[in-house]
């Protein structure tokens, strides 16, 4: 009898391993099948170092970048947006300068950081370069530039950003610029939603061919923004503010509207944005010190500035904070689905920015986030949705509509 009870043990072991290796299998399977992209992550400040080398691993867990080549390998990710941001300053012409200044800085080390490891990674300017290089076996690295801010007043700017490989651009960052009003600005509204010199920067966007960045913009500016445009919009890393009432996240109404734009939201990964915080804990308090430290980042120096850096990885390892989880994050991506469909959404994680979850630290571990839609039965079809194929189909319509412009030209 004992035998048989044993046996029959041992049988039910063997089954639940393998159920669980064939999980494991087809969750593989149908990530490395997928054109993965991430949207937007910060990494090009770390280009910027000349001690960091990106083409090999900094396991963030001893206190290390999130992303680098090798680890996008390894996660299996095969598209990136690094993003060339620039914080907000006063609005004069010689901030503005130095925004330019930086902002060129960012991309050209991304161009340096690609030419030099051509082995792993390529710039890509289109849909057409991103499955190219993926088939080929390399990293397709997109360029972004966050916060609108380096443009000034000056229209001619957008043009220029676009012919130095930018293909997006967030309208704005944490405070209001000359383009529109943000979602965070301590002061409030400035122009209740786009500026008049904004309502000149989205069609020209348009015509060129740059997706309009929505993330860390107002309501209102928002909404103005879907009024003019004529392709559809992005937002590059956001969640839904129904469930984490964060400023930063859109609203149901403002989902609905970028679905009928036939955009999409890229769901990103900053805690503060899946979860709200606890707001007890040192960790909070040290990084609300940093943050407000950071706001003065266009006054300092660039050594101070790498400095800041500095004190801001150590601090996340000095004091761990308790991060949410894959789990919480799919949440957003389920309410998105069930308000306005599997079309309009993907992911942006805001990697080496603050993104990050407990149980996806880094690019190595984006798989959890295929893992997590499998056990929730999405289908193949839709998770490849997710991971690429909704934002390449926008980027698309965006460089479809630049090229009929140019031909009625």
């Not at 941001?85 to 050209?108: M, P, V, W």
């Not at 289908?379 to 934002?391: A, L, M, P, T, V």
């Amino acid at each position: 009898m004992k035998k048989v009870y044993f046996s029959g043990l041992f049988l039910s072991l063997v089954i639940s391993l393998s159920s669980c290796e064939s999980m494991e299998q087809k969750v593989a399977k149908i990530h490395n099948d997928a054109f993965t992209i991430d949207t937007h992550v910060d990494t090009p400040y770390q280009l910027l170092d000349k001690d960091f080398d990106i083409s090999i691993s900094h396991p963030f867990a001893n206190g290390g970048t999130c992303v680098d080549f090798p680890r996008m390998k390894e996660g299996g990710l095969d598209g990136i947006f690094f993003a060339a941001f620039t914080s907000q300053r006063e609005r004069t012409d010689e901030n503005i300068l130095a925004a330019r200044c930086k902002a060129n800085e960012l991309i050209d080390s991304t161009y340096a950081a690609c030419h030099k490891h051509s082995n792993l990674a390529e710039v890509a300017l289109s849909v057409e370069d991103g499955y190219r290089i993926e088939k080929e076996g390399k990293r397709a690295v997109f360029i972004g530039l966050e916060n609108g801010f380096p443009i000034g007043k000056d229209i001619l700017e957008v043009e220029r950003y676009f012919n130095l490989g930018v293909r997006y651009i967030t309208l704005c960052h944490t405070s209001n610029n000359d383009i529109c009003d943000s979602s965070t600005d301590k002061n409030g509204a400035e122009f209740n939603g786009l500026s008049s010199f904004g309502e000149k920067v989205v069609p020209e966007m348009n015509d060129l061919g740059i997706l309009i960045d929505v993330s860390h913009i107002s309501d209102s500016s928002f909404f103005d923004v879907l009024k003019l445009s004529k392709t559809p919009v992005i937002a590059s890393h956001s969640c839904a503010r129904a469930v984490c009432n964060n400023p930063r996240n859109l609203t149901d109404e403002m989902l609905k509207a970028l679905a009928k734009n036939g955009g999409v939201i890229q769901m990103c990964i900053l805690d503060d944005y899946v979860k709200a915080p606890d707001t007890t804990t040192i960790a909070y308090r040290k990084e609300l010190e940093l943050r407000a430290r950071y706001r003065n980042a266009g006054k300092m120096s660039k050594e101070e500035e790498e400095k800041l850096w500095g004190e801001w990885r150590q601090m996340h390892i000095d004091y761990p904070k308790d991060k949410p989880t894959v789990a919480d994050a799919v949440d957003h991506i389920d309410h998105i689905v069930n308000l306005v469909g599997i079309e309009h959404v993907g992911i942006g994680t805001d990697f080496d920015g603050g993104g990050g979850l407990k149980d996806c630290a880094d690019v190595s571990q984006m798989m959890n986030i295929t893992k997590e839609l499998v056990k929730r039965n999405y289908s193949e079809e839709d998770i490849c949705k997710i991971w690429g194929g909704n934002f390449m189909r926008v980027f698309k319509d965006v460089e479809t509509y630049a090229k009929s412009k140019k031909i009625a030209g």
